[in-house]
């Protein structure tokens, strides 16, 4: 059954593999699944057409047959279920992976999506400067806390899983931050993870896209 996914048209993070499809393109990647690609304009994402695969009116979703689905978290989770390979078979490892995915979209994510927003929406204002430093400290904490539960281990728990593309996809939104330089295992954790082929193919995917569609 072909898988459609949908993604930016034009994405602003210039084919640096930010944007939430590439998590969904590396876990496709990552099972071995080919897959289609729509591009949705800008001026697409609120029309009705859009709207009824997300109502919220935002990339990625996944189509499969009479399954439509919207949430990078929820559809990275259903490749995983769906296709082996991106979570343990033993019921308790398993159930930690989901957690981990968990932790990176509810406790994780946040305060580096706040951080974009002080970087790109609230540009400008006299109270910015005060913004980054509150916000970088709360993405700090998180950081502390996950690199000391990391440690030298080489993914969040035993194998390679769902919960690793979930959490490295997350940690890479802050590039060009300088805050994961402060974490050498998070760093090498991030390193180790694009060095998988499955993420160098899935990163060629939406480079590719962008490439072929810039202004
Ligand atoms: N919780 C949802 C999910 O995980 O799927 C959030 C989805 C989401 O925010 N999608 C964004 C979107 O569709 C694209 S990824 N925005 C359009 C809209 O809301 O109208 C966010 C994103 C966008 C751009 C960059 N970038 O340029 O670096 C990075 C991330």
Redesign the pocket.
């Known amino acids: 059954m072909t898988i459609t996914i949908t993604v ?1 048209e034009r ?3 210039e084919g ?1 593999g ?3 499809d590439m998590r969904v393109r590396w876990a496709l990647a990552e099972v071995g699944q080919p897959y289609e690609v729509r591009l949705v304009p800008w001026e697409a ?2 029309e009705p057409a859009h709207l009824a695969r997300n109502p ?5 979703t996944y189509e499969e047959g009479d399954l439509t689905l ?4 929820a559809i990275v989770f259903h490749i995983a279920e769906r296709f082996p390979g991106l979570l343990p078979k033993d019921v308790d490892a398993r159930a930690r992976a989901i957690m981990w995915m968990f932790a990176a ?1 509810s406790t994780v994510e946040p305060p580096i999506i706040d951080r ?1 927003i002080v970087e790109y929406v609230e540009g400008g204002k006299s109270w910015q400067g005060e913004r980054f430093a509150m916000v970088d400290e709360r993405i700090r904490a998180r950081l502390n806390q996950l690199s000391a539960r990391l440690g030298d281990a080489e993914w969040l728990d035993g194998a390679f899983s769902a919960a690793d593309i979930t959490m490295v996809h997350v940690l890479r ?1 802050l590039e060009g931050s300088g805050l994961l330089e402060e974490y050498p295992n998070l760093s090498a954790y991030i390193a180790r993870a694009e060095a998988r082929p499955a993420y160098k193919r899935a990163f060629a995917a939406q480079l590719a896209v962008f490439e072929a569609n810039r202004g």
């Open positions: 930016f994405s602003l993070d640096r930010l944007a939430r994402f609120k919220f009116g935002q990339i990625p919207f949430e990078s978290g979209l974009e939104r």
